[in-house]
């Protein structure tokens, strides 16, 4: 009994309760911790984005043979991704551990997981932070470029992803012949859109842009449609490259932000652990 009484008195008195509650009244969450660290991860994450892009243009060229290929582009791009994550992530959830109350009377295992919760939540936080400033600069963006003193024919060459094949569909051996196809340019457009999103062309389609091509560049009917085929044919391939660009960076962009969740979660309990032993 006198065992049992001495181990009922060092319980409560390393468990912060008050009388009549159930919890400590200290929370689990260092919101104020968390706040901080997400907002140097979001920082870090813009300063190494504009260092890689910067980076990325130099090495660019127009000219031929010169600045490195599209495939060493690419390949680097995902890797800057992949370590702006892992680094912006690493020093928020660190600072998110590190940051924290100290907590008194509490298991160690419970420490160990409300530091990994801590480095995820600075890492949650930071990503809405991130995205949000990119969202904002995206839309300021593209309200200058409505702004902007252009037809509206232009604006919509410049959205439409087949303005380009259009032009191929209907070009002509003068600029004569070049000026006079303006209005049917935006229903060759939504044909083209139509039948690339269904992944082929209708024998009726095919005839009526035959019809028009020969008609605007002066082409017989047989290669009109030669012209139609190719140029459909053309638009696939781009639009299946793209499609497939799209998914390989969606794919390498939830692998560099799984390893920034858990780099932040592993960075936190680090921090903790310094945090505690730290000496007064």
């Known amino acids: 009994m006198a065992a049992q009484s001495s181990l009922r ?11 009549g509650e159930n919890e400590a009244s200290a929370s689990g969450v260092s919101w104020a911790a968390v706040a901080g660290g997400a907002f140097v991860a979001s920082a870090l ?10 980076l990325g243009f130099s090495a660019v060229s127009p000219w031929s043979n010169n600045g490195a290929s599209a495939a060493a582009l690419g390949s680097g791009a995902i890797v800057w991704l992949v370590l702006t994550q892992v680094l912006a992530s690493a020093l928020g959830g660190y600072l998110g551990g590190r940051l924290r109350t100290k907590w008194t009377g509490i298991h160690t295992d419970e420490v160990y997981f409300r530091d990994t ?3 995820l939540l600075v890492w949650a936080v930071g990503m809405v932070i991130t995205a949000g400033f990119l969202a904002s600069s995206a839309a300021s963006f593209a309200g200058a470029q409505k702004s902007a003193p252009s037809t509206s ?4 060459s410049a959205l439409d992803p087949t303005a380009y094949f259009v032009d191929m569909l209907l070009r002509a051996g003068g600029p004569a012949n070049e000026k006079q196809d303006v209005p049917e340019r935006p229903e060759v457009s939504r044909i083209f859109a139509h039948d690339l999103r269904q992944g082929a062309l209708p024998s009726g389609d095919q005839s009526y842009l035959a019809l028009l091509v020969s008609a605007r560049t002066g082409l017989n009917a047989s290669d009109a449609e030669k012209r139609v085929t190719d140029v459909f044919g053309e638009a696939q391939e781009a639009t299946d490259h793209l499609r497939k660009a799209i998914a390989h960076l969606s794919l390498w962009l939830f692998v560099a932000l799984l390893s ?11 921090g903790g652990k310094q945090r505690d032993h730290v000496p007064v």
Not at 9 to 19: G, I, Q
Not at 153 to 156: A, D, I, K, N, Y
Not at 260 to 270: D, E, K, L, R
């Open 9 to 19: 008195a060092v319980v409560d008195r390393e468990t912060p309760l008050r009388a």
């Open 45 to 54: 994450s813009l300063i190494l984005l504009s260092l890689g892009t910067g």
């Open 117 to 119: 919760a801590h480095g």
């Open 153 to 156: 024919s232009t604006q919509e």
């Open 260 to 270: 920034g969740a858990f780099c932040a979660s592993y960075a936190g309990t680090i």
